[in-house]
């Protein structure tokens, strides 16, 4: 014999869900209890947070080929912001458990004389940063949101596009750019770093090509990566793009009126290593940073927010 009971019906929960919570990179509504947007995959903590506050978080994208160093770049940027007391330099306070993934991934792996794993394609494994940053030459703190995006993704968006939503979402919101080239490959003579670089800013012009709204306005900052291994390229970052990168230095100076070009490097030395399965990569021998804020602190200068 079976005995009845009483379950009470709490259907009163589906409001909940009725009232949908729009992303903060693409627009798109997604449930309240929701961990990652159902279209563009990123976080739903942006927009729960951004819903919070008064001032809504710019978007700043850093971009880059596959290997170029974005991981370890906005790492160590992070990590250094965030220990910076004094009042007078930039700083940085992280919004959000999620925000403190990036710095601690670079800081373990540096740690251990290793680079951090390349960031996988999957939207929904990318490593996200919402931030307060804190800078000398403005009255009110800037609320900034930046994610660490897979090379090969943004390729795959600027060839095929609509590929990745997030990607052009985020690109089309964006308030500047931190653009990342190899410069070791390109003072050994690679081409590959200034093409990519070229179909980059190229496809950034096609989403918004308003002179003074759009991205020929927006303030872009070109660094070159690994500079530590080509030291002429701190000398003059400029005259460094203009010989080994011709096309990348041309199209910013007719095309883009908000441009600077930097130089940064993270390892003082590094060295090649054999792998357990035979393969060689390079390890950082040292930790050096150099020119690492430099062009972040320009860009949050140049930004039209707050």
Known sequence: MTKS????????????????????????????????????????????QANTQDVRPAM???????????????????????????ERRLQMLARGAFSINLQQITASALARCEFPDKTPNEPDRWNWVHCQVR?????????????DMAGEAIMEEIDHPFTYHGTRALLTKSA???????????????????HFTTKLLSYLRELDPHPRRGWPARPIAVVFTKADQCDNCFDDPSLFAERYAS?????????????????????GAC???????????NVPLRI???????????????MKIG
């Open 176 to 194: 500047g750019v931190m653009v990342l080239v190899d410069g070791h490959k390109l003072q050994e003579g690679s081409l590959d770093q200034d």
């Open 135 to 147: 800078d000398p030459k403005r009255k009110q703190p800037v609320e900034l949101v930046m994610p």
């Open 288 to 302: 050096e940073p150099r020119g690492i804020t430099e062009p972040f602190a320009w860009l949050v200068e140049q």
């Open 271 to 281: 060295a090649p290593r054999t792998q357990y399965d035979g393969t060689r990569v």
């Open 247 to 267: 096309r990348l230095w041309q199209q910013c100076q007719q095309r883009f009126t908000s441009h600077r070009f930097f130089a940064a490097g993270v390892a």
């Open 5 to 48: 009971i009483d379950i009470p019906l709490q259907s009163y929960q589906l409001a909940k869900y009725a009232v949908q919570v729009p992303c903060y990179i693409c627009g798109e509504g997604n449930a309240f209890d929701g961990e990652f947007c159902r279209h563009c995959f990123a976080p739903m903590a942006l927009a729960h």
């Open 60 to 86: 700043i994208a850093t971009l880059g080929a596959s290997g170029v160093g974005k991981t370890v770049y906005l790492g160590m940027l992070m990590d250094m912001l965030s220990r910076e007391t004094d």
